[in-house]
């Protein structure tokens, strides 16, 4: 039996990615898959039909596309994947642990579900994998782009004869995959950075890139910092997110933008730009915030998606869907990284799942009308109260 891997079309408002790219088909026809396009999935990203064909797909109706797919490849989880019939299989960044509802829909309808942002990070053979990692580098390139365009002044310090303008100062608040980025594309454009992280470790990654470090009072006070599981930062404490919250107040005023990337797992994001911090600031100054989402933000009245000008003149960017706008990029990446993971869901060429498999275990959401990985079972466990 060929399986067959789908590619529809992405729903989403705003989306322009595509799970799979023709490259990313050439890649599963090598591993003598069978694929199917739905036709114009890839416009969005400037990816033609014809180059899918031309790779070896075939392109076909959504309804087409869902009837012959053992296995759907998607960004987002598509409203209408019921239509995937019963032990077929979905593979995306589904985010299982903050929309247990959506788990819940997949295991009644007894979908296989794979989500890509459960991903074991630090494991080596998992790299290539890390969709979170590849579209939140793309977003963390873009923030400085989108801070850069909306600044008033330039990011370098410019020698003319109509005279030397200073350099912006930028602060990048979160220095994980989005935060590096953007430190090191606002540098390539000339500002001078200066990047914060809650986890001590950061600091070095901050270091490495030329920038300088803004040091803060240690939560805990144990030199642990905010360092939690998995190379991942834990919640802080009400009292300690206060203290850090001040401290960050006093440290603001001098910058021109701030890019904020801080996220936990699982959990809203941390206040980290306050309203007194914003009122502080120079008018014309600009902060971007790639944590502006349904769950909340970094910065205090930042919307997503949206543009809010303060009544002091700071512009304030709710940018949480950054990697949907450098759609051919994040494509490519994302693309890469679904043939790294496919091969590994497969024994003797047809998805088998094996949750004594280090990778499936933890990737696995649901499978067989059961939800299999205990994160977003115990999600969906509190979510229905039980
Ligand atoms: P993330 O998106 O979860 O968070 C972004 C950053 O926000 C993190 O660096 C985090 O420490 C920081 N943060 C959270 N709360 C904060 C607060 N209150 N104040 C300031 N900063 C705060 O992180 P990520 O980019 O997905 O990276 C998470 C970890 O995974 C990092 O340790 C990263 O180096 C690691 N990682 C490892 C690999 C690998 O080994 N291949 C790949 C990717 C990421």
Request: aromatic share 4%.
């Amino acid at each position: 039996m060929t399986t067959t891997v789908g590619v529809v079309r992405e729903t989403a408002a705003g989306e322009r990615r595509v799970a799979l790219t023709p490259d990313g088909v050439q890649r599963l026809r090598a591993l003598g898959l069978e694929v199917r396009v739905e036709a114009g999935a890839g416009e969005g990203a400037f990816l033609p039909d014809a180059d899918y064909a031309a790779a070896g797909a075939v392109l076909d109706t959504r309804a087409k596309v869902y009837a012959d797919s053992d296995v759907l490849v998607c960004v987002h989880p598509p409203g209408d994947v019921e239509a995937l019939r019963p032990g077929r299989t979905l593979v995306g960044l589904l985010f299982p642990v903050t929309d247990p509802g959506l788990t819940r829909r997949l295991a009644e309808a007894k979908i296989t579900a794979v989500s890509l942002d459960l991903l074991p990070r630090t494991l080596s053979r998992a790299q290539a994998m890390d969709a979170l990692t590849s579209q939140a580098a793309v977003a963390g390139y873009k923030a400085a782009l989108v801070a850069a365009a909306a600044y008033a002044g330039y990011f370098p310090m410019l020698m003319t004869a109509a005279g030397t303008t200073r350099p912006a100062q930028v602060l990048v608040l979160g220095a994980g995959v989005a935060g590096l980025q953007a430190i090191a594309t606002s540098r390539r454009l000339g500002a001078v950075v200066t990047g914060y992280d809650i986890r001590p470790a950061a600091h070095a990654d901050i270091a490495s890139t030329g920038a300088t470090v803004l040091e803060l009072p240690d939560p805990g006070g144990t030199g642990e910092g905010g360092a939690g599981e998995g190379g991942y930062a834990r919640r802080l404490t009400d009292a300690e997110a206060l203290a850090q919250r001040q401290a960050l107040d006093a440290a603001i005023a001098r910058f021109d933008i701030v890019i904020t990337t801080a996220q936990v797992p699982g959990r809203p994001p941390p206040l980290l730009v306050s309203a007194d911090a914003l009122e502080a600031m120079r008018p014309g100054s600009v902060v971007v915030d790639l944590a502006a989402g349904a769950l909340g933000g970094n910065v205090a009245g930042s919307e997503p998606g949206g543009t809010v000008v303060t009544g002091r003149g700071v512009t304030l960017i709710g940018a949480a869907d950054l990697a949907a706008t450098v759609p051919a990029a994040a494509s490519t990446a994302y693309a890469r990284n679904l043939c790294a993971l496919l091969p590994g869901l497969l024994r003797d060429g047809v998805v088998t799942v094996d949750l004594d498999d280090e990778i499936q275990a933890a990737v696995v959401v649901t499978h067989d009308g059961d939800i299999v990985n205990p994160r977003a079972r115990a999600a969906a466990e509190e979510e229905s109260g039980s």
